[in-house]
């Protein structure tokens, strides 16, 4: 069974950047996509980026593309998300989710604990 640990999260100013880290365990982890997701208060969770199993193929939203990049080194069983030029509206907690190559939580059946970015104006 594959299991997510996020860490990397913390309050910056707005403009800065900040590094988001998931590491995976379980054999098969390796052979899933793996997406970042975001949650703000009162609102729902929501996509934020994607990469595929061999890291060939990356998706966005509109609202972060450009900023943010997504990786993966599948030796250390990790994935990434730099964020630069980050903007107060990013302020959210920020998962890590293993599942297919979709924009959709709802496909998604592994889930990591959650890390808090906060973007002060």
């Known amino acids: 069974q594959v299991q997510l640990v996020e860490s990397g999260g913390g309050l910056v100013q707005a403009g800065g950047s900040l590094r988001l880290s998931c590491v995976g365990s379980g054999r098969t982890f390796s052979t899933y996509a793996m997406g970042w997701f975001r949650q703000a208060p009162g609102k729902e969770r929501e996509f934020v980026a994607l990469v595929s199993w061999d890291g060939s193929s990356t998706a966005y939203a509109d609202s972060v593309k450009g900023r943010f990049t997504i990786s993966r080194d599948k030796p250390k069983n990790m994935v990434y998300l730099q964020m630069n030029s980050l903007k107060p509206e990013d302020t959210a907690v920020y998962y890590c989710?293993?599942?297919?190559?979709?924009?959709?939580?709802?496909?998604?059946?592994?889930w990591g604990q959650g890390t808090q970015v906060t973007v002060s104006s």
């Open positions: 989710a293993a599942g297919p190559y979709s924009r959709r939580a709802a496909d998604f059946g592994t």
